[in-house]
Structure formats: structure tokens, C-alpha cells
């Protein structure tokens, strides 16, 4: 104990401990709102094993993709310099810590605007890794049934409907909580 490094107030804010407790919660309502729009796209498909796939995919997109996608995203920061605050003055300025150093928020004085704009962009990212996920994990279990562009652009539209709820939720408990 009497060797350890001091530890400092401002060390940031990673985003994956922001995001993630809110997709855990939203996690069942997520699977319905997917499951009841496949159904339409997978027509023959028995309810059970739709559901099933929705599960399961969402299971491997929530658990691994999201930190894996988080942990990419922190890696590319830390690459292009991102655990430096350079200011926020300027609109490139703002733009680079909103975007390059979303994954970890440099802790600026005076910036309410950069969580939620930081939110927006790891919402990004996590939406993309998702509809990437869960598509391999439905075309896995689907290609012999159903073509691989119907998984495809099913599963994009599904995962933007499920993200555009996650988003509209982290929004509204954002700014209702008062932050």
C-alpha cells in the first residue's frame, strides 16, 4: 500500500460504463422489438427457433460485441492520441474529442454537450458491431432456409429499430436525470 500511485478525480470517463447498464436493462425489450419484426422476414420460420435466434444473437452481441467494440474504439483513440485534452476550442477541436475520443471522455471543464454527443457516436459503433453480430450468428443458423441478403437487411432493420429505442431511451434518461 505504501507503493501505490496516487489516483486522480479526472481520469475521464469511459463510455462503455455509461452505455452498457442501459443495454442491459433495455436487453428483453430489445429482443422482442427484433423477434416481432423478423417474424415478418421469416415467415416459415417456427416462433421458437426465431426466437431462440434472437436471443442468442443479441446473447453474443451484448456480452462480446459491445465491450469488444468498445475496447477496439479505445484502442483507435489511444492510437490517433486520444487520452490528451487538446481544448475544445474550435469546431475541429469539438468534433475530435466528440468523435476520436468518445470511448473515453476526456475530463474538460465546461462541456455538458460532449457526453451526449459522445453517446450518439459509441451508439454508432455499437450499433454497427451489432447488426454485424447478429447477422453471422442468424446466418449461421438460418442460411440453408432463408437467403443471405433477407438476413442481412433484416437484421440491419431490425438492429436500427432496436438502437434507435436504446438511443431515444438513453436521451431521455440523460436529460431527465438532470446531468
Not at 421469416?42 to 465491450?67: I, R, T
Amino acid at each position: 500500500m505504501l507503493a501505490a500511485l496516487p489516483s486522480w478525480a479526472n481520469a475521464g470517463l469511459p463510455m462503455l460504463f455509461v452505455v452498457y447498464p442501459g443495454f442491459m436493462a433495455a436487453f428483453i425489450p430489445v429482443i422482442f422489438i427484433e423477434f416481432f419484426y423478423l417474424r415478418k422476414s421469416f415467415k416459415n420460420c417456427s416462433l421458437k427457433k426465431l426466437f431462440c435466434g434472437v436471443l442468442g444473437a443479441n446473447l453474443v452481441s451484448a456480452l462480446l460485441g459491445v465491450p469488444l467494440t468498445w475496447l477496439a474504439a479505445l484502442g483507435v483513440q489511444m492510437i490517433f492520441g486520444g487520452d490528451t485534452p487538446y481544448g475544445l476550442n474550435g469546431f475541429g477541436r469539438k468534433l475530435y474529442a466528440a468523435v476520436v475520443q468518445a470511448p473515453w471522455l476526456i475530463p474538460y471543464e465546461d462541456a455538458w454537450w460532449l457526453v451526449p454527443s459522445a453517446f450518439t457516436v459509441i451508439m454508432l459503433y455499437f450499433f454497427l458491431s451489432s447488426w454485424l453480430i447478429e447477422y453471422g450468428v442468424m446466418y449461421l443458423l438460418f442460411h440453408k432456409s432463408y437467403d443471405k441478403v433477407l438476413i442481412r437487411e433484416s437484421l440491419f432493420k431490425a438492429n436500427l429499430i432496436s438502437y434507435i429505442f436504446l438511443y431515444v431511451c438513453g436521451l431521455i434518461y440523460w436529460f431527465t436525470a438532470g446531468f
